[in-house]
Structure formats: structure tokens, C-alpha cells
């Protein structure tokens, strides 16, 4: 019998999450990280790691706060999806798990790219 064969995204040209998803999942991870820091990790300009992160927190799925000159991002966990299919599912169902995970042990961070 034939074995699948899995195919990586470099292969198909398709992601499980989309790139605001994926910013949300690495900021919930890692409430520390900078736009620099996302763009590298998730292989984005900073300027569309910077149109994401505005279009997160107009839609109040982000928190931001200054913390010196850097600004500091929060995921909103009571904010709820926005397509019609997840109507009434918060983020927290979500993302919840990881932001708890990630305040209990300061190894859960950003991984850099090789």
C-alpha cells in the first residue's frame, strides 16, 4: 500500500493560518516581541507586519501600550472572530491556553529562524 505523502508550505504554497492569525498566535506567545522580531520569525516585510498589527487592533483584537520608546502587544482574549462561521467563539477558546502557558514559563518565546 502507498504511503501519502505530506507536502511542506514551500511545496503547495498553502498555510493552515493565515498571516493575522499567525501574528496573533506568536504575540500571545510572546507578549515581548517587536515588529522586527514577528517580521523575521514569520518571513514578512515590516511594513505588512505593521499593516497587520493595525488591522488587529482596529478590530480590538489587540492591545497596545507603550514601554519606553518600544510599544508592547497584548492579544484581547475576550475579542471574538469575526467570520460568521466562528460567531460567538472568543479568542480566549482559541489563544487562551498559549497566553497562560507562555506567563508561567519565560522559555516559550519566538522561534528565530535558521
Known amino acids: 500500500m502507498r504511503q501519502p505523502q505530506y507536502y511542506s ?4 504554497g498553502w498555510h493552515h493560518v493565515s498571516s493575522h492569525g499567525t501574528v496573533l498566535f506568536c504575540i500571545a506567545a510572546n507578549q515581548a516581541c517587536t515588529i522586527n522580531d514577528l517580521s523575521v520569525t514569520l518571513f514578512l516585510t515590516r511594513r505588512t507586519v505593521w499593516g ?4 488587529l487592533r482596529r478590530t480590538g483584537m489587540l492591545h497596545v501600550r507603550k514601554s519606553g520608546r518600544s510599544l508592547r502587544y497584548s492579544v484581547n482574549l475576550d475579542a471574538p472572530f469575526r467570520h460568521p462561521v466562528l460567531k460567538g467563539i472568543t479568542l480566549r477558546h482559541v489563544l487562551g491556553k498559549i497566553v497562560e502557558m507562555a506567563q508561567g514559563d519565560p522559555t516559550i518565546r519566538l522561534a528565530k529562524p535558521r
Open 52 to 55: 497587520i498589527v493595525a488591522g
Open 9 to 12: 508550505v514551500s511545496e503547495n
